[in-house]
């Protein structure tokens, strides 16, 4: 299994409050990205990073801040949390281009109250 | 832009039987990848087989096979002797060959029946 890990795994927060989860990762993998998954929408990218502080926005991105300063953290931040934030959150890897699966990490459980 | 579309919000199958998911996709490029993920109520994200477009033959892992169709944009997944842990959500994904993003279908979830 690939070498992923999230943090914190569980989290419930108030509304306006801010959030960082983080992205660890032991793979030296240069592709890094954040999603969140909620009921009868599968899986929407809101974040990526391809390579230490370049990044680039996803589907739903509104909301979200992400940062990258190291190959093997990548932090979302929610900086002032909604609950329409509430979801759970993946974060996945994937070496380079040229390897076109990702791999994910354990998910974060999310909750604005 | 490129979809990805699991028509079958859940489905059931009982155990030792074949099921079939079903997903189509649209695109306008040639190369791409396609894959099936697994999620377990776990909830851990597990690639269960990748199909490269380039290839005219279907992958296949083990129990796990698919049926592409090029043409038809059309990629299903065949589990054969479905067992009790094959029970989870299943997602369809797409990934262009030149693009850094995968694309996710809303996913089907399968039961198993005992």
């Known amino acids: 299994d690939a070498g992923i890990t999230q943090s914190p795994r569980h989290k419930v927060t108030e509304t306006g409050t801010p959030v960082t989860l983080r992205c660890h990762q032991t793979?030296?993998?240069?592709?890094m990205y954040w999603y969140r998954q909620d009921p009868g929408h599968g899986l929407r990218l809101i974040h990526y990073?391809?390579?230490?502080?370049?990044?680039d926005k996803g589907e739903v991105s509104d909301g979200y801040s992400v940062s990258r300063s190291k190959t093997e953290d990548f932090l979302l931040t929610l900086e002032s949390a909604t609950s329409s934030q509430t979801s759970v959150y993946f974060c996945?890897?994937?070496?380079?281009?040229?390897?076109?699966?990702?791999?994910f990490g354990p998910g974060t459980r999310l909750t604005v109250l | 832009a490129q979809t990805v579309t699991q028509s079958q919000p859940e489905m059931s199958v009982q155990e030792a039987e074949t099921v079939t998911l079903s997903c189509t996709y649209d695109t306008s490029e040639s190369d791409y990848y396609l894959f099936w993920y697994k999620q377990p109520p776990s909830r851990q994200m597990i690639l269960v087989i990748r199909?490269?477009?380039?290839?005219?033959q279907n992958a296949t892992e083990n129990r796990f096979s698919v049926n592409f169709q090029k043409a038809a944009k059309s990629f299903s997944l065949k589990i054969s002797d479905s067992q009790l842990g094959d029970a989870a959500m299943y997602f369809c994904a797409y990934r262009s060959d030149w693009d850094d993003k995968i694309i996710f279908g809303k996913g089907t979830r399968l039961h198993i029946l005992p």
């Open positions: 996945a890897i994937s070496p380079s281009v040229k390897v076109h699966e990702q791999f």
């Open positions: 199909q490269e477009a380039y290839k005219q």
């Open positions: 793979e030296n993998h240069r592709y």
């Open positions: 990073s391809y390579g230490v502080k370049d990044t």
